[in-house]
Nanobody, 115 residues
Framework: QVQLVESGGGLVQPGGSLRLSCATS????????MGWYRQAAGKQRELVAT???????NYADSVKGRFTISRDYAKSTLYLQMNNLKPEDTAVYLCNAHILTTDYWGQGTQVTVSS
């Protein structure tokens, strides 16, 4: 059974930073493109950032320049560094592993940006 385990969410003030982590098995991490998505209350799930096995990244326009996605092959862990957080970044953040027509999802971690 594939597991994606997110951590690092929490409550932060506007302008603050958080780093999310997503741990999975080496078999998944080595061959799957990875990504972060988010879903705010009452809204559809949206892409935040993705990274291929080769390291090519893609970001939603709303987070460009503030968020950085990275992957550590030694630890089989995906990261999302989030800086200059805004209230509109509040959402459940979900880790995704994708290859061809297969997608795996984590349970999600809550990020709340509020003063």
């Amino acid at each position: 059974q594939v597991q994606l385990v997110e951590s690092g969410g929490g409550l932060v003030q506007p302008g603050g930073s958080l780093r999310l982590s997503c741990a999975t098995s080496r078999g998944i991490f080595s061959f799957y493109a990875m990504g972060w998505y988010r879903q705010a209350a009452g809204k559809q799930r949206e892409l935040v950032a993705t990274i291929t096995t080769g390291g090519t990244t893609n970001y939603a326009d709303s987070v460009k320049g503030r968020f950085t996605i990275s992957r550590d092959y030694a630890k089989s862990t995906l990261y999302l560094q989030m800086n200059n957080l805004k209230p509109e970044d509040t959402a459940v953040y979900l880790c995704n592993a994708h290859i061809l027509t297969t997608d795996y999802w984590g349970q999600g971690t809550q990020v709340t940006v509020s003063s």
